[in-house]
T-cell receptor, first 113, second 116 residues
Framework: KQEVTQIPAALSVPEGENLVLNCSFT??????LQWFRQDPGKGLTSLLL?????REQTSGRLNASLDKSSGRSTLYIAASQPGDSATYLC????????????FGKGTHLIIQP | ETGVTQTPRHLVMGMTNKKSLKCEQH?????MYWYKQSAKKPLELMFV???????ENNSVPSRFSPECPNSSHLFLHLHTLQPEDSALYLC???????????????FGNGTRLTVT
């Protein structure tokens, strides 16, 4: 059974810093991996989706990488801003007849002004 | 207006009540999902519909009953719930089922359900 772990569970950094959020998974046979952000009391917003054949995706100040062989993905946030404060969730699709994503518990990020 | 709209935003119900959660997507997607988000736990997939047909039921108790009358609307009917069913219920949609090239999921803001 696929398991997704996100470290750290919580992170607080000063504004302007570059930071990396980590996601690891136990079964490397995945089809794709998505990073989401969730604001308090809200739903999830898709940030980046990486197909299994890709190594990374970029959107603005965000860069996500995927290393299937080691079962790892990272989300890099450059020049962090207070508006980046949210919970960041990693989720992946492993196929096998199940259509849903397997989610990690998330990293709660606080950017201090 | 967000692409995926859920109502109500908050719901408090007793264990003997019957209520329904509603989800509507305006994105022209073909697949819709119900997820449950409990405190301290990862999101759990409950149901998947593709082209209005249920394709997965993740061993969800029968007190949760989904309905998908068309590709734009999804309901979750609730009956005789337990306090441990209190959670944030999230609806999502995608252009294709996840098995087809991994279309990004678009989520609604959820319904915060409290069972007393």
């Amino acid at each position: 059974k696929q398991e997704v772990t996100q470290i750290p569970a919580a992170l607080s950094v000063p504004e302007g810093e570059n930071l990396v959020l980590n996601c690891s998974f136990t079964d490397s046979a995945i089809y794709n991996l998505q990073w989401f952000r969730q604001d308090p009391g809200k739903g999830l917003t898709s940030l980046l989706l990486i197909q299994s054949s890709q190594r990374e995706q970029t959107s603005g100040r965000l860069n996500a990488s995927l290393d299937k062989s080691s079962g790892r993905s990272t989300l890099y946030i450059a020049a962090s801003q207070p508006g980046d404060s949210a919970t960041y969730l990693c989720a992946l699709y492993s196929g096998g007849g199940a259509d849903g994503l397997t989610f990690g518990k998330g990293t709660h990020l606080i950017i201090q002004p | 207006e967000t692409g995926v709209t859920q109502t109500p935003r908050h719901l408090v119900m007793g264990m003997t009540n019957k209520k329904s959660l509603k989800c509507e997507q305006h994105l022209g997607h073909n697949a819709m999902y119900w997820y449950k988000q409990s405190a301290k736990k990862p999101l759990e997939l409950m149901f998947v519909y593709s082209l209005e047909e249920r394709v997965e039921n993740n061993s969800v108790p029968s007190r949760f009953s989904p309905e998908c009358p068309n590709s734009s609307h999804l309901f979750l009917h609730l009956h005789t719930l337990q306090p441990e069913d209190s959670a944030l219920y999230l609806c999502a949609s995608s252009h294709h089922r996840q098995g087809n090239l991994g279309s990004p999921l678009h989520f609604g803001n959820g319904t915060r359900l409290t069972v007393t």
